[in-house]
């Protein structure tokens, strides 16, 4: 069989495959970075996409510019919206650009499907990551990179996030923001907090700084250009910054028929793709009526983020009250109120003047019934009164603890468990104990008056009954912060990467990544991006 007839094959296979594919409308992107101090990575990507029309199997990801992958984890894997798993199969398409789709030909015809997948990387090599001085001596490195940017699959996403887990482990775990603030651990240019909206946190020991961008626009993703101290990685790899980047990879020595045939394959691929995919895009526009509602909510950190990985109809049913508390997104001064109102009632302090918030222990209880309890009395026991760094520090360990425990859980199925939970629990007691009903001087919010008695009927130290007002003190708690709110999860990636890798790769990707510059990039914006769903 000639060269023509392999070539038309392939045209006729590609096209029929185009024609039956689905497609899809991307809902967000989180991208994570876990950098090394060599400047090697693995960087992970989850992709939600909602299904068009169709059966979705995937979409292309490109986009990479210098970075290079040098191998994909064995551990990628996608889930739709009824909980099915599936493994993920990555074709090299060459050219830096790979197909992402279900393994063994799956494909979802309703619902979502979210994509997980990393590969390694090194930010060094490819210039992304080097070391730089700053106007006043001080050595620094800097991290200038943005994740790949999507074609009109990702023009209605609602958030594209970025982690950066730097190599440094701080001593500090609580109000990490305001330490990396004080000590200028991380600085950021400008424009990054003009656009973007920043947070940093210590995650699992190491300094981690979160970039979110919301609504982002088409085409776009969050670019992030920062500076670090320069000894949080090793300089013998990380080098100093060279004007224009990591050097041009330059054209191997490869055979020419398997060049010819690679760059006929690439741009028939090419033509293909765009004018099913036209077509596709026409489709998809009238197809989709409002956005998606699935992370409406502000940024105001520190967040609860554990929306991502949910799973449907999973409840986390192991939350102490506290905790409910701020899965229920009880106003935070309203949660510490309660707390020191039912205290006070039980008479284990006194509230001695409302402002500024003063108060005088009676008596340290033995037994607390969570750790919550006891950091609220040690806050007060050297001057009887709040800090805002005090309280955010028990309202960053509610944090931690609730996305341990609850990372994967279904959000709005676990909130109604404890609603119903709550409710129940009130209605049993109180028809078993008519004497010792609480009454809460609060119309304001029956569930938060609810949580109120469920968390004092259940409480070992309280035995009180009568009139409450637990939120008397809600005004003069010296915090900032109102609520707590539901965000993406961006975890510490560390999958284990599949080391297996082909010895001609970087030859085949330098032939096809020239051969298609020439011939297609003005010309094809959506060639050097992902998406593409199919």
Not at 89 to 114: E, H, R
Not at 136 to 152: I, R, V
Request: net charge negative; charged share 20%; hydrophobic share 40%.
């Amino acid at each position: 069989m000639n060269l023509k007839k392999i070539t038309f094959l392939l045209f006729i296979t590609l096209a029929s495959f185009q024609l039956f594919a689905g497609s899809g409308k991307i809902d967000f992107v989180e991208c994570s970075v876990n950098l090394q101090p060599t400047g090697k990575a693995v960087v992970g990507y989850c992709v939600r996409y909602t299904v068009i029309e169709g059966d979705l199997h995937g979409f292309y990801f490109s986009g990479l510019d210098r970075l290079k992958i040098s191998a994909f984890s064995d551990k990628n894997y996608a889930i739709d919206s009824k909980n099915n798993k599936y493994n993920l199969s990555i074709t090299d398409m060459g050219s830096n650009k790979y197909d992402i789709v279900l393994a063994n030909g799956q494909g979802v015809g309703s619902g979502y499907v979210t994509y997980f997948f990393w590969f390694e990387t090194d930010f060094a090599t490819a210039g992304y990551l080097g070391t730089t001085v700053a106007n006043n001596g001080e050595k620094l490195a800097y991290f200038n990179w943005a994740p790949t940017e999507w074609d009109y699959d990702g023009s209605k996403m609602r958030h594209y996030s970025l982690s950066v887990i730097t190599p440094f482990e701080p001593t500090f775990t609580d109000s990490v923001r305001e330490r990396v603030y004080a000590d200028s651990l991380i600085m950021t240019e400008k424009w990054m907090n003009e656009r973007y909206l920043i947070d940093f946190r210590n995650t699992n020991g190491r300094l981690e700084m979160l970039v979110h961008e919301k609504n982002p626009k088409e085409g776009t993703s969050p670019l992030v250009q920062i500076y670090m101290p320069e000894n949080w990685f090793d300089t013998t790899c990380v080098k100093p910054y060279v004007e224009g980047g990591a050097k041009s990879t330059k054209l191997n020595d490869i055979n020419p028929k398997l060049f010819t045939i690679l760059a006929i394959v690439l741009f028939s691929i090419f033509i293909i793709y765009f004018v099913f995919k036209n077509r596709n895009l026409s489709n998809a526009r009238k197809a989709i009526a409002e956005d998606i509602g699935w992370d409406k909510l502000s940024w105001i950190p520190p967040k609860l983020e554990m929306a991502t990985y949910s799973i449907p109809g999973k409840i986390c049913d192991n939350l102490n009250y506290v905790e409910v508390a701020f899965y229920l997104e009880f106003p935070i001064r309203k949660i510490f109120s309660s707390l020191l109102a039912a205290f006070e009632k039980q008479q284990y302090l006194k509230v001695l003047r409302n402002d500024p918030l003063t108060i005088k222990i009676l008596e340290i209880p033995q037994t607390f019934n969570n750790e919550y309890e006891k950091m609220l009395f040690d806050a007060l026991s050297d001057d009887g009164y709040f800090s805002q760094d005090e309280l955010n520090s028990i309202m960053n360990k509610a944090v931690a603890n609730i996305r341990e425990k609850a990372w994967d859980a279904d959000v709005e199925a676990t909130k109604k468990y404890y609603r119903d939970k709550i409710a129940a629990g009130v209605e049993a007691f109180e028809k078993e104990n008519p004497s010792k009903v609480v009454t809460v001087q609060d119309n304001s919010d029956f569930l938060y008056n609810n949580w109120n008695k469920s968390f004092i009927y259940n409480h070992h130290l309280f035995n009180f009954f009568g009139n409450i007002t637990p939120g008397a003190f809600e005004q003069y708690m010296p915090i900032n912060t109102d609520h707590l709110m539901y965000n993406d999860l961006l975890s510490n990636i560390t999958p284990d990467i599949n080391v297996c890798h082909s010895a001609c790769h970087d030859a085949c990707h330098s032939a096809c990544h020239s051969a298609c510059h020439s011939a297609c990039h003005s010309a094809c914006h959506s060639a050097c991006v992902s998406g593409g769903s199919h």
